[in-house]
């Protein structure tokens, strides 16, 4: 009988780089090659499938004696080839419990090290999406708040508990294109403000949100959270600057920045790339060069790796650094909105409904149908 494997338990095999098994995709080849998990081999399997006699001797060969992982979307056909392997022979058979859709809900944390003693930083990775969110709290106060919570917001909720914190505001950077805010939620469950930036007005949004204006403040114990408007991936957009370490969202990655046709559409693209090329020079890349950059988003290739990290390590880096890696910064403002403008990515999978859900112009629905919405990378960059 096959065994099976949950999606932390993959994880730790792959951080600690076992080369004692194999991972077998089984969905197909156009899922495969958008987004898959690191190392995987695509064998494609459909559901009423038998194994015939090339299958076997492709993975026979791939395993080469190892352990034979399989995993899918949803563990349905990855559940039948493990079940056809058992039957034909393979001793050391396991499939991953709810395939892809388990991956895409599995979260790693680490901390930040800031220079003051009270201040707690906590990031929340997204492993399989690349989606950060944060924790920032005092601990002399026993208060903290969430910034871009994904709709998994119980672990928000535990880790604060754990941490002795209690969560007294939740902020959204942006409405986001790539998956599903958990902001609302958070929010309405512990009976706390929920905020956006004040020009989310501009945006036709259909919820009540408490506006946060360039240059306010929220307070952490004897912190303060400073909001500082940065429009060009979106409207409303706006970073949160707290003593050594800025938030960024969607408007400044390590490696890239926010693309700017997801709110605007491609014929308008240019006023958001005049936006970006404004808060780029005007509002990021005037803070100090030792802040630390601590970005909306890692960058997952199609191949499950990290750029510029690895799962569970930190993804941030001093703006300096930053400054350095990032041609972008060295154009002048025409070529970045020639270069924003000529050279659009594939979009986020389901971007257009995710931001309707996100406005609440639209319902997500039955949590199943939010699963399918968020498959995929997060594509947010430029």
Same mark, same amino acid.
């Given at each position: 009988?096959?065994a099976?494997?949950?999606?932390?338990?993959? $994880?730790?095999?792959?951080?600690?780089?076992?080369?004692?098994?194999?991972?077998?995709?089984?969905?197909?080849?156009?899922?495969?090659?958008?987004?898959?998990?690191?190392?995987?081999?695509?064998?494609?399997?459909?559901?009423?499938?038998?194994?015939?006699?090339?299958?076997?001797r492709?993975?026979?060969?791939l395993?080469?004696?190892?352990?034979?992982?399989?995993?899918?979307?949803?563990?349905?056909?990855?559940?039948?080839?493990?079940?056809?392997?058992?039957? #034909?022979?393979?001793?050391?058979?396991?499939?991953?419990?709810?395939?892809?859709?388990?991956? #895409?809900?599995?979260?790693?944390?680490?901390?930040?090290?800031t220079?003051?003693?009270?201040?707690?930083?906590?990031?929340?990775?997204?492993?399989?999406k690349g989606c950060?969110?944060y924790?920032?709290?005092?601990?002399?106060?026993?208060?903290?708040?969430?910034?871009?919570?994904?709709?998994?917001?119980?672990?928000?909720i535990t880790?604060?508990?754990?941490?002795?914190?209690?969560?007294?505001?939740?902020?959204?950077?942006?409405v986001?294109?790539?998956?599903?805010?958990?902001?609302?939620?958070?929010?309405a469950?512990?009976?706390?403000?929920?905020?956006?930036?004040?020009?989310?007005?501009?945006?036709d949004i259909?919820?009540?949100?408490?506006s946060? $204006?360039?240059?306010?403040?929220?307070?952490?114990?004897?912190?303060?959270?400073?909001?500082?408007?940065?429009?060009?991936?979106?409207?409303?957009?706006?970073?949160?600057?707290?003593?050594?370490?800025?938030l960024?969202?969607?408007?400044?990655f390590?490696?890239?920045?926010?693309?700017?046709?997801?709110?605007?559409g491609?014929?308008?693209?240019?006023k958001?790339?005049?936006m970006?090329?404004e808060?780029?020079?005007?509002?990021?890349?005037?803070?100090?060069?030792?802040?630390?950059?601590?970005?909306?988003?890692?960058?997952?290739?199609?191949?499950?790796?990290?750029?510029?990290?690895?799962?569970?390590?930190?993804?941030?880096?001093?703006?300096?650094d930053?400054?350095?890696?990032?041609?972008?910064?060295?154009?002048?403002?025409e070529?970045?909105?020639?270069?924003?403008?000529?050279?659009?990515?594939?979009?986020p999978?389901?971007?257009?409904?995710?931001?309707?859900?996100?406005?609440?112009?639209?319902?997500v629905?039955?949590?199943?149908?939010?699963?399918?919405?968020?498959?995929?990378?997060?594509?947010?960059?430029a």
């Amino acid at each position: 009988m096959f065994a099976k494997v949950t999606p932390r338990e993959l $994880a730790e095999r792959q951080d600690s780089d076992r080369d004692d098994y194999t991972l077998i995709d089984t969905r197909p080849e156009d899922s495969y090659e958008a987004w898959r998990i690191k190392e995987a081999k695509n064998v494609p399997f459909g559901p009423a499938e038998t194994l015939t006699d090339d299958q076997q001797r492709e993975i026979d060969e791939l395993a080469n004696g190892n352990e034979i992982i399989t995993i899918c979307g949803k563990a349905a056909t990855s559940t039948r080839l493990a079940s056809e392997l058992d039957a #034909n022979g393979f001793d050391d058979v396991a499939v991953v419990n709810r395939g892809m859709r388990g991956w #895409n809900a599995l979260y790693e944390t680490t901390r930040v090290d800031t220079a003051n003693d009270d201040l707690r930083v906590i990031q929340f990775q997204r492993r399989a999406k690349g989606c950060l969110s944060y924790l920032i709290g005092s601990k002399q106060a026993g208060e903290a708040i969430v910034v871009d919570p994904t709709r998994h917001t119980d672990q928000y909720i535990t880790t604060a508990a754990i941490e002795g914190l209690t969560i007294t505001h939740v902020l959204d950077t942006h409405v986001h294109a790539d998956h599903i805010s958990g902001g609302r939620e958070l929010a309405a469950t512990l009976d706390v403000p929920y905020h956006l930036g004040e020009r989310a007005t501009e945006r036709d949004i259909q919820y009540e949100f408490d506006s946060l $204006a360039d240059g306010e403040t929220i307070s952490v114990g004897e912190t303060e959270v400073e909001v500082q408007a940065a429009p060009g991936h979106t409207t409303e957009m706006v970073v949160y600057r707290i003593n050594d370490v800025v938030l960024t969202g969607d408007s400044l990655f390590l490696d890239s920045v926010g693309r700017t046709e997801l709110e605007f559409g491609e014929e308008a693209a240019e006023k958001g790339a005049r936006m970006q090329y404004e808060t780029l020079h005007e509002t990021l890349l005037e803070l100090p060069n030792d802040v630390t950059v601590l970005p909306g988003h890692v960058t997952v290739n199609n191949d499950g790796t990290y750029e510029n990290a690895s799962p569970g390590e930190l993804v941030g880096a001093p703006l300096g650094d930053v400054r350095d890696r990032l041609d972008l910064v060295t154009l002048d403002e025409e070529e970045f909105v020639a270069w924003m403008t000529e050279n659009i990515p594939e979009k986020p999978d389901n971007y257009e409904t995710i931001i309707s859900i996100n406005l609440g112009t639209e319902d997500v629905g039955r949590r199943r149908d939010a699963t399918m919405l968020e498959t995929g990378a997060n594509n947010c960059a430029a």
